[in-house]
């Protein structure tokens, strides 16, 4: 292409720059950062604690690493743990074993549901219907009305330990419900929606009969309900130091400020659609309810890469019910940490 033919009037609009990119392969524009605090965090889970407690790091992309050891079978890592570089090593099986799973979880990759094509919507669609009239559909949106799994914390009357499971529970609900769809289309991921970016409820997704989507923004007395968050509002959320104060609140001046994803990112939003999806015991029977809860998952995702917090919770506390017994894929709060494990990303 020479430079006369790319010449433009304008320039690109973000529609235009989508469609341009399409023609670039998507190993063309890997975001290596990216990979490589995926896999920080990853090896970091795998090897030991380090002095005064510090899990050793590697070292970021692009640093210089230090000589490998004599011998073959071991890979030698740059460690930052708040101390002088020091080499530890991992065996190359499963350094490989963690690449593997990088690669299979970019092949399942959860979209915004703009990006997605006529016939990726249709196939989704499609799914949800099949799968609809399943048992285990009913099975599975029925979970969500039993507050008994102590999975939202700022609903009256929960424990407190259902802070620390409002986040780790609903992402491997999540991946039940997209497991569900993907046995009737193998290659269907379920979209997520960017409400911070996005003010617009994605009514193209199937409405199964029975499923109310009123105008939203309205509550039935007419008043206005609270708004959808702004990006600066996840923003802000993003920067959180800790876990707690990331997905439930803060302690200010002594009051509780419940200010968190759960109520800012999630219980809004939930409201603001009012309808089915405004009611937390059937919200789950909308399936633009699992849309809602990706995007949730996808910030919490995006916390994750840069803060080492976790849910503060153990024992049976970090069962996530009705799924961790080893019979149903023995899910806990610990095991669902890591989407790159899990075997997805989102784009």
């Not at 975001?31 to 090897?47: I, K, N, V, Y």
């Not at 016939?119 to 989704?124: C, V």
């Amino acid at each position: 292409m020479t430079t006369q033919e790319i010449m433009a009037d304008h320039f690109p609009t973000s529609e235009e720059a989508q469609i341009a990119a399409s023609s670039w392969a998507p190993g063309q524009i890997i975001d290596s950062e990216e990979l490589g605090l995926r896999l920080s965090r990853m090896m970091a889970a795998e090897l030991p604690a380090g002095p005064a407690g510090f899990f050793p790091m590697p070292a970021p992309p692009g640093s210089a690493m230090p000589p490998g050891p004599a011998g073959a079978g071991h890979a030698t890592l740059a460690l930052a743990a708040g101390t002088p570089s020091m080499p530890a090593t991992m065996p190359v099986e499963r350094l490989r074993t963690l690449v593997t799973q990088l690669v299979r979880a970019s092949q399942r990759v959860r979209k915004d549901h703009r990006q997605m094509t006529s016939a990726e919507r249709d196939l989704f669609n499609d799914a949800l219907r099949q799968a609809h009239d399943t048992r285990e559909y009913k099975e599975l949106t029925d979970v969500h009305k039993d507050m008994n799994h102590r999975h939202h914390g700022t609903m009256p009357g929960m424990p407190p330990e259902s802070i620390q499971r409002f986040l780790p529970w609903h992402r491997a609900y999540g991946l039940k419900f997209e497991d569900l769809l993907r046995t009737v289309h193998p290659a269907v991921t379920v979209p997520y929606w960017d409400y911070a970016d996005d003010h617009a409820r994605p009514d193209w997704v199937w409405q199964p009969p029975g499923v109310n989507r009123p105008t939203p923004g309205i509550k039935p007395n007419g008043n206005p309900t609270a708004p959808l968050p702004t990006q600066s509002t996840i923003d802000g959320l993003l920067q959180r130091p800790t876990y707690t104060a990331f997905t439930y609140g803060r302690v200010l001046g002594g009051t509780i400020r419940v200010d968190g994803v759960e109520m800012t990112a999630h219980n809004n939003v939930h409201d603001w659609c009012q309808g089915t999806l405004g009611n937390p015991m059937i919200s789950a029977d909308d399936p633009i309810f699992f849309m809602l809860h990706t995007n949730v998952d996808r910030i919490w995702d995006q916390w994750q890469l840069t803060h080492t917090g976790s849910p503060n919770i153990t024992g049976d506390d970090a069962g996530l019910d009705p799924w961790w017994t080893q019979a149903a894929g023995g899910l806990t709060a610990d095991g669902v940490k890591d989407i790159t494990v899990l075997g997805y990303s989102y784009q």
